[in-house]
């Protein structure tokens, strides 16, 4: 859906889509109020109001931002250095070497690790009541965590993804994003999630493509301190496990009383799959985009999968999925966080879980621990494996019947409210779309004033690894030859033809090459005898 549309129907599912936004934010602090969250019972309501709006705008600059430094990492940034001077501090770290690989590595746990802080101030502790609601608008809306959904998608991640894919130079020109960005580096560096780059090496092993990186391999001490903290990664991530299987097991999480253990085991793996899929179709619906029908394969569920999103409703299926997709894992995203939060009956003398000692058992109450497991085992290992497979990624019915769910959700109308908030929210900023400050890039071209780097980014990017590129080293190349090839399809042709023939494994055809050549003598003979 565009801005400014007038049909009937989206006019309507943005009107009751806000509707049941303004009602979802209401209850939760109603909630909150009455002491009926998690947070709240224990610590007070002033205290879970502050978190959830701290976090909630947080996870917004978070969402943003990701489009934001993904979109301008083609750009010079010497365009907007003297427009957008807090943008051009963020893109003079972000655009060296692999540190815009670092960001979304950080940024995935960090929009996870948010949702689970949202989820222990707002969501509603078991049997909450409110404002003498019928027992069916408490079980539809709180028991299920549904207000929370809606709350989170709408306001913390849809309205500002819709503004910042056209006005990324605005959003992040301000030093929310500039900490944003740099707390998103500091998770990484922590080393917390380091194991998802094991996971990488192992994947690129079994695809046969090496990673590329803009830096030099590490040697020394910086090898030596990289393979520590993919140690303490692993460690980190074994011990989550165990010790919430644990607690699934001895039943002390925040699960519904009226799962069986064994259920909600069931349950945590299972959703931690769905949320991997989810992850994962993302990352191959862009990369088969790219693929001819002959490269997509025969495989009856791939096909039917690529009609639906490239061939119906004029290719909006495939940001219709997008939205949907972000329904689906948000909701994910708060069961597994109760499934993995822990609590103790102290009125009924329960022990520690494992007979931990009481500090590690109060920060193991909060439930971060899932928010590692499901980063590390239930988002980014998924994405590397369709990066790596996009097609067998789609060869299953899986993909096939979660796409249509996401797609039905998204036709409900359910999150449209997100466009009336995102139009608030462009309206009182000031937001302007980025051509306004630097042109689009065939402006930019004519002006002379040329991207830094081909145009063209992989969604594979979003997982927090590049996939091989076109021409491998090509982002290495003079600035002049990359814009050389941005503004002359002869070069542009030539290297693509050469690309080819990399990625296929085969040697470069001098029959092709001497055509070429043997095409340009002529093309200048030609010029000289009509000069002449």
């Avoid at 028991?143 to 894919?165: E, K, P």
């Avoid at 003398?349 to 621990?369: A, K």
């Avoid at 004519?446 to 145009?455: A, E, I, P, Q, T």
Wanted: charged share 20%; aromatic share 12%; proline share 3%.
């Amino acid at each position: 859906m565009a801005e400014g549309e007038n049909d009937p129907l989206k006019l309507f599912k943005n009107f009751y889509s806000t509707v049941f936004l303004i009602f979802a934010i209401a209850s939760i602090h109603g909630l909150i109020f009455t002491k009926q969250t998690g947070l709240s019972k224990d610590h007070g309501p002033i205290g879970a109001v502050i978190l959830l709006w701290a976090a909630i705008i947080w996870l917004a600059m978070i969402e943003g931002g990701q489009a934001s430094h993904v979109g301008l990492a083609p750009v010079d940034k010497e365009l907007y250095r003297e427009s957008h001077p807090v943008a051009y501090k963020c893109a003079e770290h972000c655009n060296k070497g692999d540190n815009l690989d670092r960001y979304l590595l950080g940024r995935q746990f960090g929009v996870i690790f948010v949702v689970f802080c949202i989820n222990l101030s707002g969501a509603p502790i078991e049997n909450a009541e409110l404002w003498s609601m019928p027992d069916w608008i408490i079980q539809s809306f709180f028991a299920t965590g549904f207000s929370m959904i809606l709350f989170t998608c709408m306001v913390g991640q849809l309205n500002t993804q819709v503004n910042a894919s056209t006005c990324m130079l605005d959003f992040v020109n301000n030093y929310i994003s500039l900490f944003t960005y740099w707390g998103c580096i500091f998770v990484e560096y922590t080393g917390i999630v380091h194991f998802s780059y094991a996971i990488h090496m192992i994947v690129a092993i079994f695809a046969g493509k090496p990673i590329q990186s803009k830096e030099e391999p590490k040697e020394g001490f910086d090898r030596i301190f990289f393979w520590l903290r993919v140690v303490f990664s692993f460690c980190i991530l074994t011990f989550s496990l165990v010790v919430t299987l644990a607690a699934l097991f001895e039943g002390k999480t925040r699960m519904w009383n009226s799962v069986p253990t064994p259920v909600a085991v069931i349950l945590f793996f299972g959703l931690m799959s769905v949320v991997g899929m989810l992850e994962g179709m993302q990352i191959a619906f862009f990369g088969v985009a790219k693929l001819t029908d002959d490269e997509r394969g025969d495989n009856k569920w791939a096909l039917s999968t690529c009609d639906i999103l490239y061939n119906r409703r004029d290719g909006l299926n495939l940001p219709a999925f997008m939205i949907g997709r972000q329904l689906c894992v948000v909701t994910c995203f708060f069961v597994v966080a109760r499934v993995t939060t822990q609590t103790i009956n102290e009125e009924l003398n329960e022990s520690n879980v494992m007979n931990l000692p009481d500090p590690i058992q109060n920060f193991l109450n909060y439930g971060f621990q899932g928010a590692l497991i499901t980063t590390i085992l239930g988002s980014i290992s998924w994405q590397l494996v369709a990066g790596a497979f996009p097609v067998a990624f789609l060869s299953t019915p899986i993909t096939y019947v979660l796409l249509r769910i996401c797609l039905f959700l998204e036709g409900t109308g359910i999150c449209n409210g997100a466009w009336v908030l995102a139009a608030i929210h462009k309206r009182i900023a000031g937001f302007q779309n980025d051509e306004i400050y630097i042109g689009n890039a065939e402006e930019r071209r004519h002006r002379g004033m040329k991207d830094n780097s081909k145009r063209d980014i992989d969604l594979g990017t979003l997982s927090g690894f590049h996939k091989i590129v076109d021409l491998p080293g090509f982002h290495a190349a003079p600035k002049s030859l990359r814009d050389l090839a941005n503004t002359d399809a002869d070069v542009r042709e030539y290297i693509n033809f050469v690309a080819e023939a990399i990625a296929k494994g085969q040697r470069v055809p001098i029959e092709g090459l001497c055509a070429m050549d043997s095409s340009d003598k002529r093309s200048d003979k030609d010029s000289e005898e009509h000069e002449t």
